[in-house]
């Protein structure tokens, strides 16, 4: 059952969202709103806006937005639960706790508990007779015995059951194995372990709960890696290895490794700021822990090898749109940081993060890689596809820079280079201009919601349906006159019909109607167009003219989609009527 309106409208209105954000977010006053730099995609001129008199948040550069429930979700990769609970401990507030909520608690925690007693299961298999294979295995991958406990690794044994039996003994069901991931369900409905004759690794989140596991084989047989699967105690996409460590170095970046190998092996040779993603490219949610964590920089050491190098240029990009700095490792004899460091040793590979590329410099690398610098031809290409990459820099010191070094390394002068550079920066203006003349020319683009989920299907009504709800939300006098004239269900767009109805069904409980309060019944993405409708609204010379118009479209494009839709529905009728009398026809002719 969700949390009671009552609690979260007190909630809200506790929290106010400047104080909250502000403990991410430097904010400086700028009119009625603050702004700073956003904390959810990379820039250097604020476009993070909160309004303190709205209580919401919104970034007119990647349109993030929202109030205080979504925000932290967002930073702190927290579930909406999550998140209440977070700002409920930060005001001194008792979350209730109904019956429906028991129950979803309830089954997290026995997950959580049946994941830990398997990880307990898995420790006691290495250190038993059946775990040498394992032990002799990490051992010998240089793993002392301190780290092996420190990281609670473990072994799962051959057989198809060890691990049914013993977690069955402690009470544990079958289907909680299963729900858990612990099993793999037969075609004849048998169920047996999922991780086999492989050593075993704990993820373990940011809280230092045991949520879900990798298992590692011990030879060259595939998978090399089995990860656990989706759960409701675990999302791939939402969590790091290792982070519930890392979070806690006092260095003043991330390594962000390739495998749990990496990772332990770094974490054993002192550098405990490293993480990895589970199985998985980095994601956005992933990137956006690490940005929550109060570090700037994120250092890449990927594995060497093409896929390697490929995974870079994707987390790259994925951790700037983050707003963290990003400098990449590149290993010179060695495939992965593992090997590096069991060939050279800690000190050296402290020496090689000093000598980390920029993202700038690692991009002009592999593009240099690529070109014969000792032909003319290749020399050209190299030269012209650099120019086309440092157009996209937008630091023009660092496009002059770079523009320098590349020059001196293909042996040309450096006024040529900077030419080539200056023409690649106007063909991509040009472009980017040209497309905004193209959107400029399409209204009916440009009026279109960024969520392509959330569509508009008639974009006249819909943009006279945000100027309702603009007015209604600004005034509870003029949501009253619209609840008397225009309904939900005339409304063209499901998503602003749902804010809608909500907005009435507040006002009719004598609630606050603000969007503050209603945007915890709002999917995030709802509650993001909402917040960006409100910030991007210009204030009605007449609101009471505004609402008449507005509504008086809403009506006239809602009475002309249902007689479309009935002259469509008799068509359809008429057309069944004519193929029934033609198939009587062909009966009577055959009889």
């Known amino acids: 059952m969700p949390l009671p309106d009552s609690f979260l409208d007190e909630l809200v209105a506790r929290c106010d969202i400047y104080d909250v954000v502000s403990r991410y977010v430097p904010l400086k006053k700028s009119g009625a709103n603050y702004f700073g730099v956003c904390p959810f995609h990379n820039e250097k001129t604020p476009s993070f806006s909160v309004s303190r008199d709205k209580q919401i948040y919104h970034c007119f550069g990647c349109g993030a937005g929202g109030g205080v429930i979504n925000f932290i979700m967002r930073i702190e990769n927290m579930t909406f639960p999550e998140a209440v609970r977070h700002l409920a401990d930060l005001v ?95 075609q004849s409905g048998g169920v047996y372990d999922r991780f086999r004759n492989r050593v075993m690794f704990p993820i373990i989140d940011i809280r230092g709960k045991v949520i879900a596991f990798g298992g590692r084989v011990m030879d060259d047989s595939t998978p090399k890696y089995l990860n656990s699967s989706d759960t409701p105690i675990f999302n791939k996409s939402r969590n790091l290895f290792a982070m519930n460590f890392a979070k806690k170095t006092k260095r003043n970046y991330f390594l962000l490794a390739e495998g749990y190998m990496d990772v332990i092996a770094l974490h054993q040779a002192g550098f405990d700021c490293a993480v990895a993603s589970l199985g998985t490219s980095l994601t956005e949610e992933q990137a956006r822990l690490m940005a929550a964590r109060g570090k700037e920089e ?180 003029l949501l009253r006159q619209a609840a008397g004239q225009l309904q939900a269900e005339e409304f063209s767009s499901p998503c602003l019909a749902k804010a809608y109805a909500l907005l009435l069904r507040r006002m009719e409980q004598g609630e606050e109607t603000s969007l503050a309060h209603c945007l915890g019944a709002l999917e995030p993405e709802e509650g993001e167009l909402l917040a960006k409708i409100v910030a991007n609204a210009v204030p009605a010379a007449d609101p009471q003219r505004a609402l008449r118009d507005y509504i008086s479209v809403i009506k006239t494009e809602h009475l002309k989609q249902k007689n479309k839709d009935a002259g469509e529905n008799d068509r359809d009728e008429l057309l069944a009527l004519a193929q029934r009398r033609l198939q009587q026809e062909r009966e009577r002719g055959g009889m």
């Not at 086309?388 to 630091?395: D, G, K, N, W």
Request: include cysteine.
């Open 298 to 477: 994120v250092v890449i050491c990927y594995d060497s090898d093409e896929a390697g190098k490929k995974a870079a240029q994707r987390a790259i990009d994925i951790l700037g749109r983050s707003g963290l700095k990003v400098r990449v490792l590149r290993m010179n004899g060695a495939k992965d940081p593992d090997e590096y460091i069991r060939k050279n040793g800690p000190e050296a590979f402290e020496n090689l993060l000093r000598r980390s590329y920029t993202d700038i410099e690692y991009r002009l690398a592999d593009i240099r890689g690529r070109y014969d610098l000792e032909e003319a031809e290749g020399r050209v290409e190299y030269l012209q596809e650099a120019a086309r990459y440092l157009a996209t820099v937008p630091s023009e010191v660092e496009r002059e820079i770079f523009g320098r070094t590349v020059a001196k390394e293909a042996g040309v002068s450096e006024q040529a280079m900077l030419a080539e550079v200056g023409r690649a920066v106007k063909s991509r203006y040009r472009r980017e201009r040209a497309k905004e003349e193209k959107q400029a020319l399409n209204p009916v683009q440009g009026a279109q919601p960024a969520q392509r989920q959330l569509r508009y299907s008639n974009v006249r009504s819909a943009r006279c349906e945000e100027g309702v709800l603009t007015l209604a939300l600004s005034d509870v006098d």
């Open 92 to 186: 001194g507030m008792e979350v209730p706790e109904e019956s429906g909520r028991d129950q979803f608690r309830a089954r997290r925690q026995r997950l959580t508990d049946l994941a830990t007693d398997a990880a307990r299961h898995y420790v006691a298999m290495l250190y038993g007779p059946q775990g040498q294979a394992g032990r002799e295995y990490l051992l010998g991958r240089g793993l002392r015995p301190a780290t092996l406990k420190h990281f609670g690794l473990g072994f799962a044994p051959e057989g198809w059951d060890g691990l049914i039996r013993a977690m069955t003994a402690k009470g544990y069901t079958k289907s909680e194995l299963m729900e858990c991931g612990l099993v793999v369900q037969n």
